[in-house]
């Protein structure tokens, strides 16, 4: 039997720093909600605005999976392993910290906020070689379909993290219909709507909601508003 959790957008955590906002789907920093602290594998989902000039000083992360999606802006990257990067709206980004990596990330423009996804996944595999990867994104492919922008190696659409998890992102017309089939038996599915409207097998949600989905062998997919934008990520429920 499938289960369904709706998180809809005003119930995320919100941390306000001034020259960052960011709203969170799952426990973070200062935000705890103990029905909230993963999905399987998939442990933070931040919603991001960082102001102009603006940033994350030098920092650690280690032993887990982490993917920022800009959505307007662009974020200049720069880490230990001697990347300096800039990735911007129709870029993935992705580093696989394992053994450890520091890194900064800062708003590329002074003038102009930047706003991106900042998304954790726990990896299959502890102290991993650190590896960092930074994809370009083919938009006329995520028109009315699903781009798997980070799926298992080799994925030729895009890119890999250390876990067995896709991550598809698509633009939809309204009255567009999709059905999304499960990779592997047992996997869940978080849907979080970027922009628009979507019902997900009967249930409605509007821009920045969320669906959490278990014991779902496809899912069943209606746009509801025209430019209607939808990430799905698909992960192993036992982290």
Do not use: C
Not at 4 to 30: E, P, V
Not at 79 to 108: A, C, I, P, R, W
Not at 199 to 213: E, F, K, N, S, V
Request: zero cysteines; glycine letters at 10%.
């Amino acid at each position: 039997m499938s289960t369904y959790i709706t998180h809809k957008a005003d119930t995320r955590g919100k941390a306000d720093h001034g020259w960052l906002t960011s709203f969170q789907s799952f426990s973070f920093a200062g935000y705890y909600n103990p029905d909230r602290i993963n999905f399987g594998a998939l442990r933070v989902l931040n919603d991001d605005i960082v102001a102009g000039g603006k940033g994350f000083g030098i920092h650690p992360h280690d032993n887990m999976e982490i993917i920022s999606i800009p959505l307007s802006g662009a974020l200049e990257h720069r880490d230990n392993l001697g990347n300096t990067k800039v990735v911007g709206e129709g870029e993935v980004q992705v580093m696989s910290t394992g053994t450890g990596v520091f890194h900064s990330e800062y708003n590329h423009n002074a003038e102009e906020e930047a706003r991106f996804l900042q998304i954790w996944v726990f990896p299959k595999e502890l102290n991993i070689t650190p590896q960092y990867d930074q994809v370009t994104l083919d938009q006329a492919k995520m028109n009315n379909r699903f781009l798997p922008i980070i799926a298992p190696a080799p994925n030729k659409e895009g890119t890999s993290i250390h876990q067995d998890a896709w991550f598809n992102l698509g633009v939809f017309d309204a009255g567009r219909q999709e059905t999304y089939t499960v990779n592997e038996p047992g996997h869940g599915v978080y849907a979080f709507v970027i922009d628009g409207s979507f019902t997900i097998d009967g249930h409605r949600l509007d821009q920045r909601d969320a669906l959490a989905i278990e014991g779902a062998a496809s899912v069943n997919i209606i746009a509801e508003s025209d430019k209607a934008r939808l990430l799905l990520i698909e992960v192993p429920m036992q982290p």
